[in-house]
């Protein structure tokens, strides 16, 4: 099994592009999120998913839209990409209620805005 | 919403010394709190977990101690090793809540051979 699979690792962006970062799964996990993490401040929730239709803003969530059409994916649009958004960027999966709030994350993907 | 502070936000340690790093949070409904380590380039990874149901967890050379009067839980790593040299983040939320946590800002651990 692959587990959470992100695309791009690398990104540089000019300010006002718009692109998508993909985040796919194979675990068959309910839960999804974006984090990302910028230096000094930790990891930050952008979005989350606790299934497929079903999507809820995290603590940083301006600037960014998700969409779950199906349990695998859970795709990070950046809408007019800015300067402030350069970082690092992680999806991340939990498995089931029974296992708790375990998460784990991607490898990430690393976005510059010029 | 919870807010978590970690410290010491750096930690250089000699080779078998033993390292503490210490967060508080501020939501007292919170009842779960993991701990990750990242190398560098990498992703975090989680390394030792605890509910609010016990005090402390071990897990060989790693430790969690949980004070939830005081609000307050420490990784304790003994015998520290190069390989220990990440960075360490703490996080609190809820048991059931979906993959959010709110992490601490991070440590960085050097452990010098």
């Known amino acids: 099994n692959a587990g959470v699979t992100q695309t791009p690792k690398f990104q540089v962006l000019k300010t006002g592009q718009s692109m998508t970062l993909q985040c796919a799964q194979d675990?068959?996990?309910?839960?999804m999120s974006w984090y990302r993490q910028d230096p000094g401040m930790g990891l930050r929730l952008i979005h989350y998913?606790?299934?497929?239709?079903?999507?809820d803003q995290g603590e940083v969530p301006n600037g960014y839209n998700v969409s779950r059409s199906t349990t695998e994916d859970f795709p990070l649009r950046l809408l007019s990409a800015a300067p402030s958004q350069t970082s690092v960027y992680f999806c991340?999966?939990?498995?089931?209620?029974?296992?708790?709030?375990?998460?784990?994350f991607g490898e990430g993907s690393w976005l510059t805005v010029v | 919403g919870e807010n978590v502070e970690q410290h010491p936000s750096t930690l250089s340690v000699q080779e078998g010394d033993s390292a503490v790093i210490k967060c508080t949070y501020s939501?007292?409904?919170?009842?779960?709190f993991p701990w990750y380590k990242q190398e560098l380039g990498k992703r975090p990874q989680l390394i030792i977990d605890?509910?609010?149901?016990?005090g402390e967890k071990k897990d060989q050379r790693i430790a969690v101690t949980l004070n939830k009067t005081a609000k307050h839980f420490s990784l304790h790593i003994t015998e520290t090793q190069p390989e220990d040299s990440a960075v360490y983040f703490c996080?609190?939320?809820?048991?059931?809540?979906?993959?959010?946590?709110?992490f601490g800002q991070g440590t960085i651990l050097t452990v010098h051979p």
């Open positions: 605890i509910r609010s149901n016990v």
């Open positions: 675990m068959n996990h309910e839960y």
């Open positions: 991340a999966t939990r498995s089931d209620h029974s296992s708790g709030n375990t998460i784990y």
């Open positions: 996080a609190a939320g809820l048991w059931t809540s979906y993959g959010k946590l709110t």
């Open positions: 998913s606790v299934g497929a239709g079903i999507t």
């Open positions: 939501d007292s409904a919170s009842n779960y």
